[in-house]
């Protein structure tokens, strides 16, 4: 039943679904998940997905944002939050060695319905500490990017 509203949660006004789902008994803090593509953690990795261990690399990233965003109380006050593994390698210095590592870019945005979205405005401070966190906890990322795109003309995923 859970999966069933949060198909429903995604697809349409996410207000109403979340209403009926408490009506039900879902647990409040299945209902206020953010909303998880329906193919999968694979579409936030644009290219070819088996390389490497993208996905991996992906799961710490956005496992360390997610938590960031929680830890700092404004997770309810954000729609949808990411991070997006970026297939581009860039250069970067970790410790006293010259690196040639991944990019990962961090989405967030707000809306009220999904069909409109602006990014959400994080402090510089959070976004600082949470960058040198990725890079220094997630073996092969050496910079973190802000996508501040509103939906549109983006739209809330990168694929």
């Known amino acids: ?36 593509p329906g193919p999968g953690l694979a579409v936030r990795v644009p290219g070819d997905v ?4 993208r996905l991996d690399i992906l799961r710490k990233a956005d ?8 830890d700092a109380g404004i997770y309810d006050s954000i729609w949808q939050a990411f991070a997006v ?4 390698l ?5 410790g006293d060695q010259r690196t040639h590592s991944y990019a990962i ?8 319905d999904g069909m409109t979205a602006d990014w959400y405005y994080f402090d510089y401070k959070f976004l600082a500490d949470l960058s040198t966190r990725i890079c220094n906890e997630v073996q092969g990322v050496n910079r973190v990017l802000l996508d ?5 003309p983006a739209t809330i995923e990168w694929e």
Do not use: W
Not at 19 to 35: A, C, D, N, T, Y
Not at 90 to 94: A, I, K, R, W
Not at 105 to 112: D, E, M
């Open 90 to 94: 860039t250069v970067g210095v970790q």
């Open 1 to 36: 039943m859970t999966c069933f509203i949060a198909v429903l949660a995604y697809c349409c006004n996410c207000l109403k679904v979340r209403e009926l789902g408490r009506i039900m008994g879902v647990p409040v803090s299945f209902l206020k998940r953010h909303p998880f």
């Open 50 to 53: 088996t390389e490497g261990n």
């Open 85 to 88: 593994f970026m297939p581009v």
């Open 105 to 112: 870019a961090l989405r967030a945005v707000t809306s009220q």
């Open 148 to 152: 501040i795109t509103s939906k549109p």
């Open 63 to 70: 496992e360390i944002f997610i938590q960031a965003i929680k």
